[in-house]
């Protein structure tokens, strides 16, 4: 009898002890915050149009992120990775902003010349944004956010310059696993649907708009 009663008392502390571990792992109560490495892998369909006149043009391009930047041309501006930081100024409720830079360069040689450098892209954006997280579990929750993206990307060298500066309206779904305490990984789709933007290559100027969607990913930790 004894046996079976520390028994039920062993299972009853280890129940109580996953609960209040659950608990402790809560997430977006007012006065956190969480700072994030964001979209860390993802991939991501990418729409430009570019217009001038009465002529215009689109390009699609797949992306793939994987920790890099897949900013290669003058193309891609939204996916990849950045730095965000996020304030619950109420339960649930919460105001950030991200920010990002890539850059990308190189050389070529031949055995018949010396080595050159190719052209080098470099893009800046900043992403102020909205969210609202919903507790589906102590260690799941849904937290859609809601902002603005503005990005600026520039090529220098090789070609001559160009830049590209684009808006869009960001939207995320996020869905957050908190395995550990602080510690928060996601995933789910980010939509940067392109409001303005231009673009110049010195020569001539366009009208540019970008629409990017696709699924990313990013780890967080909140304090």
């Given at each position: 009898?004894?046996?079976?009663?520390?028994?039920?008392?062993?299972?009853?502390?280890?129940?109580?002890?996953?609960?209040?571990?659950?608990?402790?792992?809560?997430?977006?109560?007012?006065?956190?915050?969480?700072?994030?490495?964001?979209?860390?892998?993802?991939?991501?369909?990418?729409?430009?149009?570019?217009?001038?006149?009465?002529?215009?043009?689109?390009?699609?391009?797949?992306?793939?992120?994987?920790?890099?930047?897949?900013?290669?041309?003058?193309?891609?501006?939204?996916?990849?990775?950045?730095?965000?930081?996020?304030y619950f100024?109420?339960?649930?409720?919460?105001?950030?902003?991200?920010?990002?830079?890539?850059?990308?360069?190189?050389?070529?040689?031949?055995?018949?010349?010396?080595?050159?450098?190719?052209?080098?892209?470099?893009?800046?954006?900043?992403?102020?944004?909205?969210?609202?997280?919903?507790?589906?579990?102590?260690?799941?929750?849904?937290?859609?956010?809601?902002?603005?993206?503005?990005?600026?990307?520039?090529?220098?060298?090789?070609?001559?310059?160009?830049?590209?500066?684009?808006?869009?309206?960001?939207?995320?779904?996020?869905l957050l696993?908190?395995?550990?305490?602080?510690?928060?990984?996601?995933?789910?789709?980010?939509?940067?649907?392109?409001?303005a933007g231009?673009?110049?290559?010195?020569?001539?100027?366009?009208?540019?708009?970008?629409?990017?969607?696709?699924?990313?990913?990013?780890?967080?930790?909140?304090?």
């Open positions: 009898m004894s046996a079976r009663i520390a028994g039920l008392t062993l299972i009853v502390a280890v129940a109580l002890s996953a609960r209040v571990g659950a608990q402790d792992a809560s997430f977006a109560r007012r006065g956190d915050t969480a700072l994030g490495i964001e979209r860390l892998l993802g991939v991501t369909w990418t729409h430009a149009r570019t217009s001038n006149g009465g002529s215009s043009e689109s390009e699609n391009v797949v992306s793939i992120t994987r920790v890099t930047s897949p900013v290669s041309a003058l193309l891609s501006t939204y996916s990849y990775p950045r730095l965000g930081l996020d100024f109420a339960d649930a409720v919460s105001v950030g902003i991200a920010a990002g830079y890539a850059q990308t360069t190189g050389s070529k040689s031949s055995s018949s010349s010396s080595s050159s450098d190719l052209a080098s892209f470099h893009s800046l954006l900043l992403a102020p944004r909205f969210g609202y997280a919903h507790a589906l579990d102590p260690l799941l929750a849904l937290w859609p956010r809601i902002g603005a993206t503005y990005a600026h990307v520039w090529r220098s060298g090789l070609g001559g310059s160009a830049t590209l500066d684009q808006l869009a309206l960001t939207l995320e779904v996020i696993i908190k395995p550990f305490s602080h510690v928060c990984l996601s995933v789910g789709p980010a939509l940067d649907l392109g409001l231009s673009s110049s290559n010195g020569f001539r100027s366009n009208d540019t708009t970008t629409t990017e969607i696709g699924l990313q990913t990013a780890l967080l930790v909140d304090f």
